[in-house]
């Protein structure tokens, strides 16, 4: 390929002019000859040569004039729907024309890669993301950090990344007879999220990549986040409708009878509900289970499996609100439903942090807890005046896990008394959700979502820690915010061993229902449900758990058993922390220690 030119901007006219004339001749020539014709290749090395001139000789006007998807389309994109037409065929020449196509999309993944460096060296910017010099590309000087969505190039770069993920997809899909490795597309794909978060595009190529390896869970999960995306792509929707057919399908094959139980949840919170209980108790133990099961488990056996969950409860809950906003009876009806079973599945997220305890999956569900969390933070309108909710299990969940997580924290009275406390720096489930939308207006994230770029790494100890600070964070705030008709106070408790939360209704907030407050949110619904025994067994209609005692026990379960946080971590961690305020809090009552129940 010869040398990149530059090109004064007064010559885009006469460039525009040569490359409208490229374009109209590669058309004339692709009539004509065969797509392996060395006269068709010419042309189009020629054009995609002067489109790159023309992209770096005025970029706005380029830009405005939609070049770079003109690029992929007159010289890489039709020419790959004619080489698979032809290898449709099947005719005697098959294997000259597979090694023509492999040969095609081997120099388009080349070209890209040049245009890639060419894009961060013109434009000063450092994606960070290809190692440049193994490719022999020299005068590129990066900067420290990568840029931000709105910098000159960085589209560019993005739609580069997308491209070269969609040649290395071809590429494998070339090869009909051996295993398909779809690592190169996967981390290119993967690289352009992370330089634009909020286009949902490379979500969806995501959930394709995931549909060939029959990853249900994973599939759903990038097709969801291509549909919650700022800028979400516009097949994801009829694609999660064709996936959850082929999800339906998967449950009748002998070979999934083993994700039985995880298929159908995938099933039930992407779809609408199939019955008056959006979460049926067979589900219910089902989730458990694969929540708990740190051997055996599907679900904890995918590194970002339960966080996957929490998000697809997440849409579940959007897509109801939505359509609560209708101010339908029904509708508000079902998402008040719906709403009920996301805070059952946060509840065994809780539950499972504690029965993990020094097991394989524990960070992976307490990392799910700790967005829930965030969530329920963000979306605070949707639930806070659903009046079921106030007998919920999942504060007395909330409450048991607070006690265990690491006791030096509800020791230091400094992380008691701030309430004004926000994560200063990201966890890796922050980075992976970035561009969800119903945590994009998180206003206590926004520290953390500032930090992103340039925020130091974590050890996993370092880690666990932190996210246990968040939780803790979270019920001060559920404890110091206006009042929450949804939620009984968390009260803290003096012991002579450090502080202790429970749940329990508390005069410091009215325990009568207040007409609801819409917001946006839908109206209460209220669910008779027979007695429940002291245990919490699950009945159909457990979402609504009858009044019970929600004082921790003295003698609460631990999460996290290792040794207490020492002087030098803590040091180390509160380097990165605002300072602490020493003034205490009024707003949380700290009466003497409850009894056991």
């Given at each position: ?225 291509s549909i919650l995306a700022h800028a979400p792509s516009t097949n994801a929707a009829d694609n999660l409708a064709r996936l959850l057919g082929e999800t339906r399908q998967a449950l009748a094959k002998p070979e999934f009878m083993a994700q039985k139980g995880l298929l159908t949840l995938v099933i039930t919170l992407c779809s609408p509900p199939a019955s008056q209980d959006p979460f049926p108790a067979t589900l219910r133990q089902q989730l458990q289970a694969l929540l708990i099961d740190h051997k055996f488990s599907p679900l904890l056996a995918d590194p970002l499996g339960p966080l996957r969950v929490a998000v697809l409860s997440m849409y579940s ?281």
């Amino acid at each position: 390929m010869a040398a990149p030119r530059a090109h004064p901007k007064n010559k885009y006219p006469e460039l525009l002019s040569h490359v409208e004339g490229l374009e109209k001749r590669l058309r004339e020539i692709a009539r004509e000859c065969d797509v392996t014709h060395p006269q068709l290749d010419a042309a189009r090395t020629e054009l995609r040569e002067r489109i790159e001139d023309l992209l770096f000789c005025d970029y706005e006007a380029a830009l405005k004039a939609d070049f770079e998807t003109r690029l992929w389309k007159f010289c890489f994109y039709r020419h790959i729907e004619e080489f698979r037409k032809l290898l449709r065929q099947r005719g005697p020449s098959q294997d000259v024309i597979a090694r023509s196509y492999r040969a095609f999309l081997t120099s388009a993944s080349g070209f890209y890669l040049a245009l890639l460096a060419r894009m961060q060296a013109h434009f000063n910017i450092d994606v960070v993301l290809v190692d440049l010099t193994r490719l022999g590309l020299d005068g590129f000087h990066a900067r420290p950090t990568p840029p931000g969505p709105g910098v000159a190039g960085v589209e560019s770069c993005h739609r580069c990344l997308v491209y070269l993920g969609d040649l290395a997809r071809y590429l494998q899909q070339s090869f009909p007879t051996r295993a398909h490795s779809f690592h190169a597309a996967r981390l290119h794909y993967e690289h352009a999220l992370r330089l634009l978060p909020d286009d949902g595009g490379p979500h969806n190529q995501l959930a394709v990549l995931s549909t060939y390896t029959a990853e249900y869970l994973a599939a759903a999960y990038h097709y969801v986040r291509s549909i919650l995306a700022h800028a979400p792509s516009t097949n994801a929707a009829d694609n999660l409708a064709r996936l959850l057919g082929e999800t339906r399908q998967a449950l009748a094959k002998p070979e999934f009878m083993a994700q039985k139980g995880l298929l159908t949840l995938v099933i039930t919170l992407c779809s609408p509900p199939a019955s008056q209980d959006p979460f049926p108790a067979t589900l219910r133990q089902q989730l458990q289970a694969l929540l708990i099961d740190h051997k055996f488990s599907p679900l904890l056996a995918d590194p970002l499996g339960p966080l996957r969950v929490a998000v697809l409860s997440m849409y579940s809950v959007h897509v109801a609100a939505a359509a609560a906003e209708t101010r339908e009876e029904q509708a508000q009806q079902q998402c008040a439903a719906i709403v009920l079973r996301h805070f059952d599945i946060f509840s065994l997220m809780l539950d499972a942090c504690v029965a993990l305890v020094a097991h394989d999956g524990h960070e992976r569900v307490m990392a799910a807890a700790k967005l829930l969390a965030d969530w329920s933070r963000a979306r605070v309108a949707l639930w806070r005046d659903l009046a079921p909710l106030r007998e919920h299990r999942v504060w007395r969940s909330l409450s048991s896990l607070l006690n265990g997580p690491i006791p030096g924290l509800l020791q230091d009275p400094t992380v008691l008394s701030n309430t004004t406390w926000s994560q200063p720096l990201p966890l890796p489930e922050d980075r992976e959700v970035r561009g969800l939308l119903p945590l994009r207006d998180a206003a206590h994230l926004g520290l953390v979502h500032a930090a992103l770029p340039d925020a130091p790494a974590l050890s996993l100890v370092e880690e666990t820690r932190l996210r246990a600070r968040c939780l803790i964070s979270f019920g001060l705030w559920l404890n110091a915010a206006e009042p929450l008709q949804a939620c009984p106070p968390l009260l803290l408790h003096s012991t002579s061993t450090g502080q202790r939360f429970s749940s329990a209704t508390s005069p410091s907030r009215p325990t009568h229902t207040a007409p609801p407050r819409m917001h946006s949110a839908p109206a209460p619904v209220t669910h008779t449900a027979p007695p429940h025994p002291p245990h919490h067994s699950h009945s159909s209609d457990s979402f609504v758990p009858a009044p019970v005692s929600f004082r921790a026990p003295a003698s609460a379960p631990a999460l996290f058993t290792a040794e207490p946080m020492d002087d030098d971590f803590g040091d180390q961690l509160l380097d990165h922390l605002p300072a602490h305020s020493s003034t205490p809090v009024a707003a949380i009552p700290l009466p003497a220690p409850a009894s056991a129940p």
